[in-house]
């Protein structure tokens, strides 16, 4: 069983396969089958003189990253054939403990914000009302389509996990103002009946 390389050293050896223009999917690296190929003794070495990194962490890394590239390879076969997307989801803010943080779902981009929120709902047990979904930099709403909300395959979702609903945090927000404009009145007509006697 391979060891989980950091993300950190994965970047690394990434960076210098791209320099170097290895394809890990393609043979000898993977049989023709999609299994793991033969990793040249010599290869490795290289790698891992020239990153200052272990034989074992070299190996671990190459084939944590052979395997990451043939999956996109067959999430975009899959996505060019049927038109099914897959997303990648972190979620953060007040999730369960023993909810997923990172999810991998599969939908349609003709889906709609809400229809995407209830496929994570399911797989996390949180409610719809208290998800915030946001792509590119962009709060994904409810009742629009996702591929005009700048979500695309292979897109990275980040989905917040709320305290309240929206409609609850208004209504607090409200009940806040409210509260400030009380106080404000009161302050005044204190200050006022000071001022008279």
Known sequence: ???????????????QLNADKVKLWLPPYTSEDGQKGVIPQDFIT??????GL????????????????????????????SGIATLKVKLTGKAPQEANHQLTIETRLQANGLQLKQLISKDCCIDTNRL???????????????????????????AICLTETEAEARQHQEQIQQLSKTRQAAELLSSKEESRC
Do not use: C
Request: aromatic share 2%.
């Open 1 to 15: 069983m391979a060891l989980s390389v950091g993300e950190h050293i994965l970047d690394r050896v990434r960076k």
């Open 46 to 51: 290289k790698y891992s003189t020239g990153l």
């Open 54 to 81: 272990p034989d074992d962490t070299v190996l671990s890394a190459l084939e944590e990253l052979r395997l990451h590239a043939l999956e996109k390879l067959a999430t975009r076969k899959k996505f060019q054939e």
């Open 132 to 158: 915030k979904l946001i792509a590119s930099g962009h709060v994904i709403e409810d009742d629009v389509a996702l591929q005009t909300q700048h979500v695309r395959h292979n897109s990275q979702i980040m």
